[in-house]
């Protein structure tokens, strides 16, 4: 028992969403709900309560991605490049966190001598193999409806 209180007592748990990627699902979202041609960074700020430099550098990964479009000047702001239907929380998630993987050997580098046999390894992979399939059929669309 004195192991699982520490684990959740832990400040430094691994966490599925990073808040880069949380930050810029609810900004890809906002601006999705908005009725506005396009919302500004004032606007999200604001309304999100996001710290700005933490903002623009997400706007900005999201404009070099093609998720986003940005307009530059007095009155300009932030777009979505498609349809909410056509982002999906994964590839999101990718950008700001690379490759969704659960757990890495212990070896890193090296690869593990029993990478074929390891029976934990073999049921982290199912685990990752099922995450990412329900990752996979989640859309801004899904997250806003």
Not at 110 to 124: G, Q
Not at 131 to 139: H, M
Request: glycine share 4%; net charge positive; aromatic share 8%.
């Amino acid at each position: 028992m004195i192991l699982i209180w520490y684990l959740y007592e832990k400040e430094d748990a691994m966490k599925l969403i990073t808040r880069d990627t949380d930050y810029a699902v609810r900004a890809i979202a906002f601006i999705a709900e908005s009725e506005k041609e396009m919302v500004s960074t004032d606007e999200l700020v604001k309304r999100l309560k996001i710290p700005r430099p933490f903002l623009r550098k997400i706007l900005q990964i999201l404009n070099k991605g093609s998720v986003l479009k940005s307009y530059k000047g007095k009155g300009g702001g932030f777009s979505l490049v498609c349809s909410p239907k056509k982002l999906f929380l994964l590839d999101i998630m990718k950008a700001f966190q690379g490759d969704i993987k659960l757990n890495e050997c212990i070896f890193k580098k090296r690869v593990c001598p029993n990478i074929k046999t390891c029976p934990l390894r073999k049921k982290i992979t199912r685990i990752e193999d099922n995450v990412l399939k329900e990752l996979k059929n989640i859309t801004i669309a899904s997250l806003i409806h």
